[in-house]
């Protein structure tokens, strides 16, 4: 599933391909996709792209006259710009058509379809009003996110791709950032002291920062149908030696939830009970 480093990378790459466009037309092609009722959709018809970015997970395409088409790829979608004369496969769930021959697609290949889209008047309604704090904005201060952990009798795992307290971590960079603070996913976050607080404080916009940079030096201006994730130090990695120490990298299998870890870097004194063991 993308997140945060991919949304990021996706909306400057599409930038300099659709901003100044104007809209034809915008339409469905799963029923399920549009999520909001107003505006119709056709009022995005004949607006100009203004810009493109990003909250927590969503992609978000800013309109002229204050509109905002919010899109959420979820599992398995992705996006696709290119000529209209392309046939849409089976697999377009939306289409964008713009004024310069091009469309931009939401595909989603399999079932069920879980990619959903929006035309917001504005960026403070659901789904986007429902998100927590953004990690690389400078509203994401030690105090603030001291008050979001400090004392919660949650593993903090958890607490990290909750996207109600953060917005944009999924459960690869949770892996990731909870190596690089030396941090077990399985410590609840009332056991933290102040300094693993700060630590996994320090690791969330380092590590979010340096996958954004992996992901832009791999794909360049390109569009991509799945996660660059080559560069990632445990997550996927069950068995391979840790990057650190060489120690295999261990995972376990929660509720159909992978979590990646080292025994050794991270300090795992104690595994969760229930869970299927790899590595
Ligand atoms: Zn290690």
Redesign the pocket.
């Known amino acids: 599933m993308p997140e945060l480093p991919d949304l990021e990378v996706i909306a400057a790459v599409l930038a300099p391909r659709i901003v100044g466009k104007a809209i034809r037309g915008a339409e469905p092609l799963h029923p399920a996709f549009l999520q909001s009722t107003e505006p119709p959709l056709s009022a995005a018809e004949g607006r100009e792209i203004t810009g493109t970015g990003r909250r927590g997970k969503y992609l978000i395409l800013h309109l002229s006259g204050g509109l905002h088409f919010v899109v959420h790829l979820m599992r398995a979608g992705w996006i696709w710009h290119g000529p209209s004369r392309y046939t849409a496969t089976k697999s377009t769930v939306f289409r964008i058509t713009l004024d310069d021959g091009n469309e931009l697609r939401v595909i989603e290949p399999g079932h069920p379809k879980l990619s959903r889209g929006w035309l917001l008047p504005s960026l403070d309604r659901e789904p986007l009003s429902e998100l927590g704090v953004e990690p690389l904005s400078e509203d994401f201060t030690l105090e603030r996110f001291k008050g979001l952990i400090s004392g919660r009798r949650r593993q903090i795992k958890k607490l990290l791709v909750d996207q109600k307290l953060i917005a944009g971590i999924g459960n690869a960079y949770a892996d990731e950032i909870l190596?690089a603070a030396k941090l077990s996913p399985f410590r609840y976050a009332h056991t933290l002291s102040d300094e693993e607080i700060e630590r996994l404080w320090r690791a969330i916009p380092e590590v979010l920062r340096w996958a954004i940079a992996e992901i832009k030096a791999k794909v360049g201006d390109g569009l991509y149908q799945e996660e660059e994730r080559s560069f990632l130090r445990?997550h996927g990695r069950a068995g391979s030696?840790?990057?650190?120490?060489?120690?295999p990298?261990k995972e376990i299998l929660l509720g159909g939830q992978r979590t990646d870890f080292?025994?050794?870097?991270?300090h795992v004194d104690e595994l969760p009970g229930g869970g299927r063991i790899y590595g």
């Open positions: 190596f445990v030696p840790c990057p650190e120490c060489g120690a990298i080292c025994m050794e870097c991270q």
